[in-house]
C-alpha cells in the first residue's frame, strides 16, 4: 500500500512534473456531456474516455478504446495501464509497465535498444572474437615456453612485454565471446529485461573485463615501445637473465595488471557509488519509469511525504527513501521489498555491450573520469607513435653509414613493414574512437549508436592483429596453429555428428521392427 498524500476529494488524474508524480484535482458542478461509468456509476466527462488515463474506479473509460481512439496503443488484457498514446510507442521508455509491449513489438526498430547485439553485428562479433581468443591463447602458450629458456636478457623483457600484450588481447576476445551468448540467450526478449541486465552485476563483470584487458594491451606496448627505443638507443645489452631481472620483469608485468584492473573496478567500488551510480531501476514502480534519478527521487519524496529527509548523496539513503514511500506489511517477503528499493544502475550499464562509458556530455556525471581515461588513451598512442618513427629514423640512419648490404636492405624492409603495421592499426582504431567521442562530448553528433560498433569491430579488431605484428616472423606457425586447431574441432564436431545420426538411425530402424 502507498502512503497517501493528502488531496481534497475530488477526482485525481496523473501528469508529469519534472519527470515525476504530481496529483492535480479538477471538480466540475456540471453534469452535461457526462459518461457513467460501468460499475460505479461514476459521472466522467466524455471527453476524458479514451483519453489513456484512467478516470473510472473499474477503468471501463478506457476499455474497448483502440476502434473509438486509433491514436492509442493498447497494452494487452493484462496490462495494469491498458491505453497509452502511440506517441509514446517506441520511445525507448516503457509504459506498458507489466509487459513492455508498447517497446517490444514487430513496429519498434531492430536497434540496440532492444538487443544487444543487433542482427548484422553478431557474426562479427563470432569471428573477430573467436580468433582473438584462440590466436592469443596460442600466442601466450607458445611465448611462454619460449621465455623459460632464454638467456639474453633483453629478449626476456621483450618476450615478457609480448605476453602481456597477448594476455589483455585475449581478454578482450573473452569479452566479445560473452556478449554474444549474452545476446542470443535473450534474443527478442532483451526489451522485457533490459534495465534488469544493465544493472546486473554480470554486465558490471563484463565491463571490468573488457576495459581491464584493453589497458593491459595499451600500456604493455606502450612500455614495450619505450624499452625497444631505450635498447636501440643505448646500443648496450642488459646480459644474460638473472634471478633478480626475472623478478623485477616479474612484478613490473604484474603492476600493469593490477593497475588496470584497479582502474576497471573503480566504478564497482562501492565507496565510489555516489559517484559512479546513475540512477536506481525500480521495478513495476507507480513513481517512475525505468531508471530513477536522484532529482526523480527528490521529488517523489518531497510530494508524498516531506519528512522523508535524504541527508547524504549516498545511494542508500536513495533506495531507504523510495522503501519509506510504502507501507511494507509483514506478509511482503524481503525480495518483494527489495524490488521497491530500486537495483543500482552502474558505470557499465550504459549500453547493452557493457563497454566502458567513453561517450559522455558535458554534464555526464563521470566526464572526468571518462577523459582522463581517454586521455591516458591519446598519450599511449602518441608515445607508441613517436618510438617507433624513431626506432624506423635511427635504423635508416644507422643503415645508411654502414653501408647497405642486401641482409641489412631485408632487415630495414620488414622493419619498415612492422613500424607501419603498428601505426596505422594504431591510429586506424584509436583516431577514429577518439574524434567520435570528442564530438560527442561537444554535441556535434549523438555517438551512443556507435557503441555496438566501436565494442565489437573498432576497439577489438587490433586484438587480433596485435599478435601477428608483435610476434613478427611467428606470426605465421601461430596462424598455422589456429587453423590446424579449428580443423581437428571441425574433424570432431563432424564425426560427432555422423556416430549421433547412426545412433538415430539404427533406433528408428529398432522401432519400425517392433
Known amino acids: 500500500m502507498l502512503k497517501c498524500a493528502k488531496t481534497s476529494h475530488s477526482s485525481v488524474s496523473e501528469i508529469e512534473l519534472t519527470e515525476a508524480i504530481v496529483l492535480v484535482t479538477t471538480e466540475d458542478s456540471s453534469l452535461t456531456g457526462f459518461k457513467d461509468c460501468v460499475s460505479s456509476k461514476q459521472p466522467i466527462k466524455v471527453t476524458k474516455w479514451c483519453d489513456t488515463q484512467y478516470d473510472c474506479d473499474d477503468h471501463s473509460d478506457e476499455n474497448n478504446c483502440s476502434g473509438a481512439n486509433p491514436r492509442t496503443f493498447d497494452c494487452g488484457g493484462n496490462s495494469s495501464k491498458r491505453y497509452i498514446p502511440y506517441s509514446q510507442v517506441c520511445n525507448d521508455i516503457t509504459d506498458c509497465p507489466d509487459n513492455h509491449l508498447d517497446e517490444c513489438n514487430d513496429e519498434c526498430p531492430n536497434d540496440s535498444s532492444r538487443n544487444i547485439l543487433t542482427d548484422k553485428y553478431r557474426p562479427v562479433a563470432g569471428c573477430i572474437g573467436v580468433s582473438a581468443l584462440l590466436v592469443n591463447v596460442l600466442s601466450l602458450v607458445k611465448n611462454s615456453k619460449e621465455l623459460l629458456g632464454m638467456t639474453a636478457g633483453s629478449g626476456y623483457i621483450n618476450q615478457s612485454l609480448v605476453i602481456m600484450i597477448a594476455l589483455g588481447d585475449s581478454m578482450i576476445g573473452l569479452y566479445m565471446i560473452l556478449v554474444l551468448i549474452a545476446t542470443l540467450q535473450f534474443g527478442r526478449n532483451y526489451c522485457r529485461v533490459r534495465w534488469e541486465w544493465l544493472s546486473s552485476w554480470q554486465c558490471s563483470t563484463l565491463g571490468v573485463l573488457s576495459t581491464t584487458g584493453t589497458l593491459i594491451s595499451m600500456i604493455s606496448m606502450t612500455v614495450l615501445s619505450v624499452f625497444r627505443m631505450h635498447s636501440l638507443r643505448s646500443m648496450v645489452g642488459l646480459g644474460d637473465v638473472t634471478a633478480k631481472m626475472r623478478i623485477k620483469v616479474g612484478l613490473a608485468c604484474l603492476g ?259
Open 256 to 514: 600493469i595488471t593490477i593497475l588496470s584492473l584497479l582502474i576497471a573496478c573503480l566504478p564497482i567500488m562501492e565507496l565510489l557509488s555516489s559517484y559512479f551510480v546513475n540512477g536506481l531501476v525500480v521495478i513495476k514502480s507507480p513513481f517512475f519509469s525505468d531508471v530513477a534519478k536522484r532529482g526523480n527521487i527528490k521529488a517523489v519524496v518531497n510530494h508524498f511525504d516531506p519528512s522523508i529527509k535524504i541527508e547524504t548523496k549516498s545511494w542508500e539513503d536513495y533506495q531507504d527513501a523510495i522503501k519509506e514511500l510504502y507501507y511494507l506489511g509483514p506478509e511482503l517477503e524481503p525480495p518483494t521489498t527489495n524490488s521497491f528499493e530500486g537495483t543500482r544502475l552502474g558505470f557499465y550499464g550504459n549500453q547493452g555491450v557493457c563497454l566502458f562509458k567513453y561517450f559522455v556530455r558535458p554534464d555526464d556525471p563521470q566526464l572526468v573520469f571518462s577523459i582522463l581515461i581517454l586521455g591516458l588513451s591519446c598519450v599511449c598512442f602518441a608515445v607508441i607513435t613517436f618510438c617507433y618513427i624513431y626506432i624506423f629514423t635511427y635504423a635508416s640512419s644507422s643503415m645508411k653509414n654502414s653501408g647497405a648490404t642486401d641482409g641489412s636492405v631485408s632487415a630495414m624492409t620488414k622493419l619498415q613493414t612492422k613500424v607501419t603495421l603498428i601505426i596505422a592499426t594504431d591510429f586506424f582504431t584509436w583516431i577514429p574512437f577518439i574524434t567520435i567521442a570528442i564530438l560527442h562530448c561537444c554535441k556535434v553528433l549523438n555517438a551512443t549508436k556507435y557503441y555496438e560498433f566501436c565494442s565489437i569491430l573498432l576497439i577489438p579488431i587490433n586484438s587480433v592483429i596485435n599478435p601477428i605484428i608483435y610476434n613478427g616472423d611467428k606470426a605465421t606457425d601461430l596462424v598455422k596453429n589456429l587453423v590446424s586447431a579449428l580443423r581437428r574441432k571441425a574433424t570432431e564436431i563432424s564425426r560427432a555428428v555422423t556416430i549421433t545420426e547412426n545412433i538415430v538411425t539404427d533406433t528408428q530402424a529398432e522401432t519400425a521392427n517392433l
